[in-house]
């Protein structure tokens, strides 16, 4: 919208198209710029992907989501140091990691309970604790899923079309206020300033009336060929 100062009525009519012409046209551009941006996100390898856009803070969400805070302190139930139990017989892993992450923890992943331990009670059923070697397994399996879970998205987005917005026509509506201009040779000249509801001293200016310009408006496509 054009500024505050006053202006002709063509001037004023000028510039306000020319001003929604230049942001439809960097809308588009900025679009554009988006899609391409997905058809290059969407062909990267799920360890590229995992690298260059799962932060830390994805990893320690999608962890809790899966498994839940550990009792009495930040993290989540599968960091270092936490209780762990293999499936045993009938009885269940727990956590359930391979289930919920695809991870099948092997020796050296996790350390037996030792009495030195800094739980607070004894857990007969959970003999052993989560090492850093297996924390660290758990997290990078969770940001590759995070990772394939993303480009599925992207790809299924990719392969029915990414969406774009075309302008066809329009209608601008600008709040201003209108003077007429009494010339020394006796002709007229409408006076335009634009009216701006979130500064209210520009509604109390000294006019003789106030209103609305509303200007229609239909894109069409110039040729580039001579």
């Given at each position: 919208?054009p500024?505050g100062?006053?202006l ?5 009519t000028?510039?306000?198209l020319?001003?929604?012409?230049e942001g439809?046209l ?9 899609n ?5 996100l ?8 995992a690298?260059?856009h799962?932060s830390?803070e ?10 839940g ?9 599968v960091d270092?140091g936490?209780?762990?139990s293999?499936a ?10 391979f289930?919920?992450?695809g991870?099948?923890?092997e020796e ?11 739980l ?5 059923s ?5 090492s850093?070697s297996?924390a660290?397994?758990?997290r990078?399996?969770a ?11 992207l ?10 917005v ?8 600008s ?8 010339k020394a ?6 006076m335009?300033?634009?009216l ?5 001293g520009m ?12 200007v ?11």
């Open positions: 919208m500024g100062e006053e002709a009525m063509m001037e004023f000028t510039l306000l020319r001003q929604t012409f439809m960097q809308a588009i551009y900025q679009q554009r710029e988006d391409a941006q997905w058809m290059r969407s062909k990267l390898t799920p360890e590229a992907y690298q260059q799962v830390e994805n990893v320690e969400e999608k962890l809790l989501q899966l498994f805070g550990k009792e009495g302190g930040e993290g989540s139930r270092v936490q209780p762990y293999p045993r017989g009938e009885a269940k892993e727990s956590p359930e990691i289930k919920l992450l991870v099948l923890l050296g992943d996790y350390t037996p309970l030792s009495l030195s331990s800094p607070e009670r004894p857990l007969p959970r003999r052993f604790l989560i850093e297996g660290q397994r758990l990078e399996a940001r590759q899923k995070l990772a394939l879970e993303a480009l599925e998205q790809q299924r987005l990719v392969a029915f079309g990414l969406p774009e075309h302008i066809e026509s329009g209608r601008i509506l709040k201003a206020s209108f003077r007429i201009e009494y040779d006796g002709s007229e000249k409408m335009v300033r634009a701006s509801t979130s500064n209210p509604i109390r200016i000294k006019a003789g009336m106030s209103g609305e310009i509303e229609n408006f239909k894109v069409g496509r110039s040729s580039t060929h001579g």
